[in-house]
């Protein structure tokens, strides 16, 4: 139900992480949603970033990822703080393509 009320949101709606982010840091968002699956757009940790002990910064692969997590958990951080609901989708739920897995209702 919340992926299909998302679908016909706009334009009280984010979608993709750059618009949701945006939106969370304006303390817009309402409810951030997010696919079970979904792959975060994050940019990659610089050569020479400080990892947690056991990472190989070395492997791109891995920084990515690391990169990734942290853009969820930041997310889901700010959500939270400013009071908005954060809602994790069953699988086989999608939202929309445009947004890429992660999307927010916002409040105005």
Do not use: H, N, Y
């Not at 139900?1 to 982010?21: C, I, N, Q, Y």
């Not at 968002?29 to 940019?43: A, C, I, K």
């Not at 910064?57 to 942290?70: K, L, N, R, Y």
């Amino acid at each position: 139900r919340l992926a299909a009320d998302f679908a016909e949101a706009p334009p009280k709606a984010a979608m993709g992480s750059t618009p949701v982010l945006e939106a969370l840091q304006s303390g817009r968002v309402d409810r951030l949603l997010f696919e079970r699956d979904s792959v975060w757009s994050g940019q990659r940790i610089p050569a020479g970033a400080v990892l947690a002990d056991g990472i190989d910064q070395g492997d791109p692969d891995v920084a990515t990822a690391v990169a990734e997590a942290q853009l969820g958990e930041q997310m889901i951080g700010m959500a939270l703080a400013t009071d908005a609901s954060v809602s994790i989708l069953g699988d086989e739920v999608r939202l929309p393509e445009p947004a890429g897995g992660v999307g927010a209702f916002l409040r105005w």
